[in-house]
């Protein structure tokens, strides 16, 4: 599993959008990697891979839209190793899961009850004793394995400010689903810079107690759910269409929608003053977006 050992780089570019007021941004665009081991899977991967270097595989657990099993998967068809994906309820196929089938991905589906199991202390037993030479990895590539191959970004963003002309910067901005990639980069920032994540899913899905284990301090989480995970509205949708339109850089309504509408409502209330230079994470998972179009 070495081809892992090089990473892609992330461009980035300057975002002009007329309700900034003044607050300058930057999107470091991780969408733009890869085309299919997109976003910041591939770096949430190579820290789990530090950790496998006995394992032949890898297995982990995602829903029906999973974009993190979709990058596992495709991860695992490019460079030769065997994949395993837990899913949460009954069997279907998606788009995403016709895509986990054809990168050669063994499928188990869980129900909704076996997968709301997986944080039990024997959840993964059964799953070790059936696959034993492969790496278990957390739901989304998360925990602190994750977190320290995402810490990456911040050189590669520090490397780049002259493209955008600017000599330093005054924090981030990203969408926090597990919540992974901001530990990370506010492991590596170490209190320089502060980290905002724009979370995509409610309070109860344990983002919160997930960046705490992995950094203490120099981050804060927002309320960016609009109502629950996977929960869309017309002002959500309206805003990307917008915003694609504007900038020509795509969106997805689960993770870089909801965080740019975020951060929209934050400058319009007066939390950023004109000046102030803010780096926005597009974290990928255009993929799962799939889903939303009828």
């Known amino acids: 599993m070495g081809p892992f050992d090089w990473l892609p780089h992330a461009p980035l570019e300057p975002l002009h959008l007329d309700w900034l007021r003044g607050v300058e941004l930057a999107v470091l665009r991780l969408d733009r990697i890869d085309p299919l081991i997109s976003g910041n899977k591939w770096f949430k991967l190579t820290g789990h891979l530090a950790q496998a270097q006995a394992a032949r595989g890898l297995i982990s657990l995602g829903g029906a839209y999973s974009n993190h099993l979709h990058a596992l998967a495709a991860a695992g068809k490019r460079f030769g190793f065997p994949t395993v994906g837990l899913l949460r309820g009954h069997p279907q196929d998606t788009p995403t899961v ?114 705490e284990a992995i950094v203490q301090g120099g981050y804060e989480l927002l309320d960016a759910s609009r109502g629950g995970f996977a929960k869309v509205d017309p002002e959500l949708l309206d805003f990307i269409d917008t915003t694609q339109q504007a900038c020509g850089v795509p969106l997805e309504p689960l993770y870089t929608g909801k965080a740019l509408l975020a951060l929209k409502t934050q400058i319009e209330a007066g939390r950023f003053a004109p000046g102030t230079r803010l780096v926005f994470v597009h974290t990928g998972g255009l993929q799962g977006q799939r889903g939303f179009k009828g």
């Open 98 to 211: 016709l895509d986990l089938k054809a990168f050669g991905m063994q499928l188990h589906w869980l129900g909704y009850g076996g997968y709301r199991a997986r944080h039990e202390p024997g959840f993964w037993l059964p799953w070790r004793e059936q696959y034993p030479h492969l790496h278990p990895v957390p739901e989304g590539g998360g925990g602190r394995e994750g977190a320290l191959g995402c810490a990456v970004l911040v050189e590669q963003v520090r490397a780049q400010l002259h493209s955008v002309g600017w000599a330093d910067y005054d924090g981030w901005w990203l969408a926090a689903g597990t919540g992974t990639t901001l530990g990370g980069l506010a492991l590596a920032e170490a209190g320089a810079h502060p980290v905002h994540g724009a979370m995509a899913v409610p309070d109860d899905h344990g983002v919160a107690q997930n960046v």
